[in-house]
Every structure is written in C-alpha cells, then in structure tokens.
C-alpha cells in the first residue's frame, strides 16, 4: 500500500465522527472537510484515500464532491478571499469591492496570486446581508467592507 | 417593542455558555417541564401555540410533529435546518452565535415529544465559527445531563451532532437536506413520502429551522395559549425575526409579534427609511425567493397570509430593500444568476428555464434585448412554475414574473434605448 497522505489526525477523528451516522456514507462530508483542512484541496489521491477510509466506491466520492462549492478541486492560496455578490451586498457595492480586489491583486475571479497568496472567489450569499458587503476569508467573515478595508486586509495579511 | 422571545440575548455574549443561558434565561427549565409531560401533551401544546415554522413555508409546527408515527421499526431523527442560504436571510446565524442554547433546548424537547434519540443540527459549510460555538455548547450540555443517557432522570436518551454543509444552496430544501446529511449529492428527493414518514436514513424525520426550534422553550415555560396570544392574526402566534438589508439607513434583526408591524413601519419607522435621502423603489418582502413589491405596496401587515393575499410571500422574513438609483433589470438579472447557478440540475425546466432567463436578462441589460423578449421571459417562467420537483423552480420564476410585470417600463426602455438608462 502506497504511503498514507491523511494524517493520524484525520484517522482518530474520523473514528470519532464515523459512530454519530448509522451508514459509512453519512462520514463523507466531514471525512472531506477534515482532508481538506490538511491539504487546502481535495486532489484524486486524497479523494481516493478517503473512499477507503471510509469504505465507499471512489466514483461516489468524486460525484459528491463536483456538487459543493465548497471543496477545491484545485489548490487554492493560503487565503481563500471569497466576495459575496448576490443582491444584498451588490446593492452595497459589492460588484466594485470584488473588481476592486481583482485589480488589485492583478488576477481574476477563479485564480490564485502567482505567489499562492490569494485566490479570490465571487461567491453567493453568505448569511450576512445585514452588514454587507461580506468578504469571507478562509473561516472568517469580515462585513460591512469597503474598498479601504479591503487595502488594509491586504496588507496585513501580504 | 413587545416581550423579545428569541432575539432577547443578541449582541450580549458571543457563544453564550450554559450558565449564562440558566442565569439570565430560564435555561433548560423547559426542558425539564417537557420532560415531566407525556410526548403527546408537549405536541399538543406547541399545536396551541400556533407557532408556524420559520423556514419559509410557514407550516404549523405542532401538526408536523404530530405526522410522526408513535410506532416505528427504524430510528426516528430531527433535524435542525441551519442552512440559512436563502439571500437576504441572516437571522438563524445570529440565533446560534448568541443563544446556542435556547434552540438545543428546542431540539432536545422536539426529540422527546416525536421520539427520536438522535439528532442533527444541519448547518452551512460556510458558518464555520458558528458550528464551534454549537460543539461547544453541545459539549456543555452533555455535561450537564441535559444531553445522552437518562436525561435529568427521565429515562429519556438522546444524542445530538453537528453536521456541516459545503456550500450548495439547494441543501436548505429539506429533502436536499437529508441527501446531503447521508453523505449524497444534495439533490431533493421526490415527495412524497415525506420525511415525517421516510426521512433521515429512512426513519421518520422533522426537519425544522432554527428559529422554529428556538420558539420552543419559551411555549412550554410560557404555555401555547400565551404564545397563541401573541401577534394580530389568529392562526399564527409569537414573534418573527424581520431581517433587513439593502438601502435603508439601519439594516439588521428586528423582532416584532407576528404581523403586528407593516412592512411600511417597518422600514421609515424602525429602519430609519432609504439611505441618502433617496426615493424606495423596490421591496423584496421574503428573501430573494418572494415576488417583489413596488413601492407603493408597503402597507401590508408582515405575516403569513396577508402577504399571500398580496401575491407574494412572508418566506424567510428577508427583507430586501431596494432604493430609485438601482435598475430593476439588473437587480432581476443578479437574483436569476443565484438560481441558476443553485439549481441541481434534475429537472429539465429549472435546470435549462434557470439559464435561459438568466441569458435573456443578460441582453436586455447590456442594451441588446428585443422586442419579443419580454413574453420570452413570462413563457420560460411560467413553464418553469410548478413543473419542478422542490421549489426552487417556483423561487426563480415568481420573482422574474414579478419583476417584468411591475417594472415592465424600465424594461422597455432598456430594450428601446439599447442601453440601461443607469449605466
Ligand atoms: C430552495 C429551498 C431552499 C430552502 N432553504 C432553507 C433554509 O436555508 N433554511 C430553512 O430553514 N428552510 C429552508 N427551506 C425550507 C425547508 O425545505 C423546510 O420547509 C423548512 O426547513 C421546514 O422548517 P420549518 O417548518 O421549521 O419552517 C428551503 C426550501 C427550498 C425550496
Ligand atoms: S447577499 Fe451577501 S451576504 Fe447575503
């Protein structure tokens, strides 16, 4: 058997999650969140180790994953800078935060900064229209933002 | 503002640990009443109540309970909807950041009176701060016996998890929900059966959304009748969480009893009117889903059935509020993008109707539309309208339909002036 890529990590927390779930696939969703927290992506190896992990065909795997959002199928930078543009936050001025963004960090939506700093992302509402515009990073919500703002997120996080 | 049910600890204390919850809040009390009754006399109460799930549908909370059969040769679950991903929807997050506890208390008794021991809070990928303050309070819980074996001596068993989502809107719907909790593409499920019969893994389920769950405490410390009591229609009782967002000078959460404020009131005399000194154009009564209303249909009492009479929907109580420097197409145009690229992909309608409205509406905001486009958009529409099997076919057509029916002049000129007059 090849070398593992998941971690003991991922194992005993698996183990842990696997008995909340009377059928093995129920584990998918959480197995992928907890490979990708190690990898920042899902690639076919990792998405294979995690079929066996949990013991499912790797084709379910692959039709699970092309459904979410979530799950990157390619790697992302070290900071997922992810623009809500639905109707709450472009009425907010959202559409020029996110092209704001792209001139700034001289890419487009969809692609990552040369340097695997920032991928940025248009995404859709956030559950956050009451303090819009909304710009997630990583885990982290950062609302009510500006252009200015976002400079200095920038910054500080460059 | 009347007696706050379930915005009461907002903005207080991020997290809310247990003691603070029993300190300030009657903690678990209910659960304790609950727990001294028979399940069919909690179900009966909250059926007193009049309580109508938050969700979107507004369906009586104590009726779907009591669709549970008492006999099942499978586990019986429920399950938490915190999907919240319906745009311009934002109060199911405040609830789990501040008052993590009140909606678990809710659950906890919802188990009991249906007779499930096991249960899951369903929530969006997204909330990733959110699902830890529900860990954490789930951890608290257990501790205190108020989770796992023999709750407070009852004999009463129950486990309780959090499972996150990973980014698909259609994952709210509930039956998309179950698929995604089994580890499946979210897809929803043909109904029926319903989930009440064949749900979660099988066994009879009850899907309910926070907010929902969050109402439940207070009913059983308070009594269904008092709850009943509450709000200006009869067959709707406590209080809903008006989200609203948009152009108006103070968005965010406002509780109200239901339907006791208009949609008017709500927005010039608790929401400090439009920002900017502008004009209202547009409301969005329900989330992106509902038909919109023109700005001179504000007075309307914000419940249920009369927001149906007004030919649109209370849904999720997201109120979108749109002022004269915005172009009706392009607002149309942003919401038909969400739908279409939400849709699942199953049914043919939804899947292809999404799409070519979203193309349509593309034309006509870039100045290219034709004359002919307009009943293009209302056949689409219409032929997406009910032919689906969930109801986000029904969420992407009504408001297109909507749309072109009361701001049909600024389509026209958008067509006749081969460009959009705001750009
Ligand atoms: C496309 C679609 C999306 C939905 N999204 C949500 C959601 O995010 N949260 C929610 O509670 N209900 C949502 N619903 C409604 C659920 O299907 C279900 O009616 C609700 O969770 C029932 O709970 P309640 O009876 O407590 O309202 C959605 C429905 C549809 C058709
Ligand atoms: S529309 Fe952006 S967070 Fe809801």
């Known amino acids: 058997m090849s070398k593992k890529l998941l971690s003991e990590k991922f194992y005993s927390e698996l183990k842990k999650i696997r008995p909340r779930y009377p059928i093995n696939q129920a584990a998918l969703l959480p197995a992928l969140h907890l490979a990708q927290a190690e990898h920042g992506w899902l690639s076919d190896e990792v998405m294979d180790e995690v079929a066996a992990a949990i013991d499912i065909p790797p084709p379910v795997v692959r039709e699970v994953v092309t459904f979410y959002t979530m799950y990157n199928l390619k790697p992302v930078g070290k900071y997922h800078v992810q623009v809500c543009t639905n109707i709450s936050c472009a009425l907010l001025g959202a559409e020029e935060l996110m092209g704001h963004c792209e001139k700034r960090l001289g890419i487009e939506g969809g692609e990552t900064t040369r340097d695997n700093k920032f991928t940025i992302t248009e995404v859709e509402c956030l559950g956050s229209c009451g303090t819009a515009p909304c710009v997630q990073i990583n885990d982290d919500y950062h609302e009510n933002m500006t252009p200015e703002r976002m400079d200095k997120l920038f910054t500080e996080l460059s | 503002m009347a007696e706050m049910i379930v915005s009461k600890f907002f903005y207080k204390k991020e997290a809310a640990p247990l003691e603070y919850y029993k300190k300030n809040g009657n903690g678990y009390a209910a659960l304790k009443k609950a727990l001294a009754m028979k399940p069919d006399e909690v179900i009966a109460e909250v059926k007193k109540s009049n309580l109508r799930g938050r969700g979107g549908a507004g369906f009586p909370t104590g009726m779907k309970w009591s669709f549970i059969p008492k006999e099942s040769k499978v586990p019986k679950y429920l399950v938490c909807n915190a999907d919240e991903s319906e745009p311009g929807t934002f109060k199911d997050r405040a609830i789990m950041t501040y008052s993590p506890h009140t909606m678990i208390e809710g659950m906890i008794i919802g188990c009991y009176a249906i007779g499930a021991n096991k249960s899951y809070i369903y929530i969006r990928g997204e909330y990733v701060r959110e699902a830890e303050y529900l860990e954490k309070a789930l951890e608290e819980a257990y501790a205190a016996g108020m989770l796992g074996k023999n709750i407070m001596g009852s004999g009463f068993d129950c486990d309780m998890y959090v499972h996150r989502g990973a980014g698909a809107y259609i994952c709210g ?248 007059p705001n750009a």
């Open chain 2, 173 to 420: 719907e509930e039956t998309g929900l179950l698929n995604s909790l089994e580890g499946k593409r979210g897809e929803p499920r043909v109904k029926p059966p319903f989930p009440a019969i064949k749900g979660a893994f099988g066994g009879p389920t009850i899907v309910n959304n926070v907010e929902t769950l969050a109402n439940i405490p207070w009913i059983l410390n308070n009594g269904g009748e008092a709850f009943a009591k509450m709000g200006k229609y009869p067959n709707s009782g406590g209080t809903r969480l008006y989200c609203v967002s948009g152009h108006v000078n103070k968005p965010g959460i406002y509780e109200f009893e239901c339907g006791k404020v208009t949609l008017r009131e709500l927005i010039y005399d608790h929401c400090g009117g439009i920002r900017n000194g502008r004009k209202l154009k547009a409301v969005i009564p329900g989330g992106s889903s509902a038909p919109v209303l023109a700005a001179h249909e504000l007075d309307i009492d914000l419940d249920v059935e009369p927001m149906m009479k007004a030919g649109t929907m209370l849904g999720s109580c997201g109120i979108i509020v749109i002022d004269d420097s915005w172009c009706a197409v392009k607002a149309i145009k942003r919401i038909t993008h969400f739908y279409a690229h939400e849709s699942c992909g199953q049914c043919t309608p939804c899947r292809e109707g999404t799409r070519w409205l979203e193309d349509v509406l593309h034309r006509i905001e870039d100045g290219h539309g034709k004359e002919a486009d307009l009943g293009l958009m209302l056949d689409v529409a219409n032929n997406i309208n009910g032919k689906t099997l969930c109801a986000l076919g029904d969420a992407a057509a009504g408001p297109v339909l909507s749309f072109v029916q009361k701001f049909k002049h600024e389509f026209e000129e958008h067509i006749k002036g081969g460009k959009c």
